[in-house]
Structures are given as C-alpha cells and as structure tokens.
C-alpha cells in the first residue's frame, strides 16, 4: 500500500527564516502529488500540485515544491516565511484514485 | 460554483445514538473521498466512492460505519451507535472524474463536521 512519510511533525521559525518541509512516498509509479494547508479551524487548502511536466512547481503565497522522482519526494520551500504561514501541512499523493496523506506538519513562526 | 458542503458542522451525539453526515460535492464532481481527521494523527483515509459505487473502503471500520453515494443528493457517512471514540473531525473531498487511474485532478475539501460523542 502507499504510504506518504513527513519527518517533521513540528517546526518553528522565526519571521523571514527559511522552511523546507520533507515528504517521501513510497510507490514508484505514475502518481499525482498535492501539498496542502489546515489553518487553524479551518479546512484543507491546496498549497500547489504536481501531475507532470517542469518538477518544480510554484504555488500559492510564496510556495513551491520540488518533485525529485529518484527520492520519491516532494519538498515544500519557501524562502522567506511569514507569521501568518502558521499552519498545518499535509503532504498527500494520489494512486491510483485514493489519495493518501502524511502525518501533517505543524508550523509555528515566531513574529 | 459552491464548494463542497458539509453539514452539520457541529454534530453531538450521546453514546449508542446514530451520527449522519453529509456532504455534497462540487458541480461536476463524481468522487467523493472521506477522511477522519484526530489530533496529532493526521489524516486517516476512510471511503472512497462514486456516484452509486464504492470504490475503496479499506479506510473504513468494519463495523457500525458505512457510507453512500447515492445518484441523487449528498454522500452520507453514517456511524451506528456511536462511542467516545468516535469523537473526531471527518472531512469531505470531492473530485472531477479525470482521466487514467491517477486522474490528474485535485480534490477539494469541505469545512468538516466536527462529531462529540458525549
């Protein structure tokens, strides 16, 4: 079965810090590959996708993903993160239909 | 074009009593996926489905818990006799129908229903 791994469960940034946050899957195939954000209280929010073509992938405020299909990842960047990034972050890959979700990854920053 | 709806949003229930929860997808959306979501657990896949057709229930507990797709109306996930476990957001995705087996589509989410099993 498919399994989606996020090393970090929770991470904490001062404002303007860097963030990268690790997502590995473990099927080798053709897949569709989704970050998500959960502020909180609210529900989940597509961040960026990736279904084929150019590997790096820009999405919404500021974010962008890097899908190296050697490592079977598919890294969030971004370079400069803000106050208002705080959130939760799922990771979630789809195959063949199903979509399967990583554990999520809190990010606190820091003002 | 709405997003995907969920209701109610808040849902109590007392131990043993049913729970329904609805959700109704996005126009043109015939899949519809159903997850449970637990503090510090994550996301736990539960169903699947398609318009009149489950697809893939391997998510879903054997017992007390079943979901539908009807052809007309909402998906409904119903939970008979309800324990504390139980206690959880579940959060609805819907899909456009896509191509291939891994579709190329993405799936948007409802607001969740949050269910307290008192």
């Known amino acids: 079965a498919q399994s989606v791994s996020q090393h970090n469960h929770h991470v904490i940034l001062s404002e303007a810090a860097s963030l990268e946050l690790g997502c590995n899957y473990s099927?080798?195939?053709?897949?569709?590959l989704f970050w998500y954000v959960q502020y909180p209280g609210q529900h989940l929010q597509l961040l960026l996708k990736?279904?084929?073509?150019?590997?790096l992938v820009k999405g919404i405020k500021g974010f962008e993903a890097e899908f190296i299909k050697s490592k079977f990842s598919f890294n969030l960047r971004k370079p400069s993160v803000q106050w208002s990034d705080t959130a939760e972050y799922f990771c979630?890959?789809?195959?063949?239909?199903?979509?399967?979700f990583g554990r999520g990854t809190q990010l606190t920053v820091w003002p | 074009n709405a997003g995907v709806m969920q209701n109610p949003r808040h849902l109590v229930r007392r131990r043993g009593q049913e729970a329904r929860l609805r959700c109704s997808p996005m126009?043109?959306?015939?899949?519809v996926y159903w997850y449970r979501q637990l503090p510090e657990e994550g996301l736990k896949f539960m169903v699947y489905?398609?318009?009149?057709?489950?697809?893939?229930e391997s998510g879903m507990p054997k017992e007390r818990f079943s979901a539908e797709f009807p052809k007309e109306g909402p998906s409904i996930l119903r939970i008979q006799q309800v324990v504390r476990g139980d206690s959880a957001a579940y959060f609805c995705?819907?899909?456009?129908?896509?191509?291939?087996?891994?579709?190329?589509?993405?799936?948007?989410f409802g607001q969740g229903t949050r269910l307290t099993v008192v």
């Open positions: 995705a819907s899909s456009p129908p896509g191509q291939g087996a891994v579709k190329n589509t993405e799936a948007f």
């Open positions: 099927y080798g195939g053709t897949v569709n």
């Open positions: 990736y279904f084929s073509g150019d590997p």
């Open positions: 979630a890959v789809r195959h063949p239909g199903r979509l399967y």
């Open positions: 126009k043109g959306h015939s899949h």
């Open positions: 489905l398609q318009k009149e057709n489950i697809i893939d």
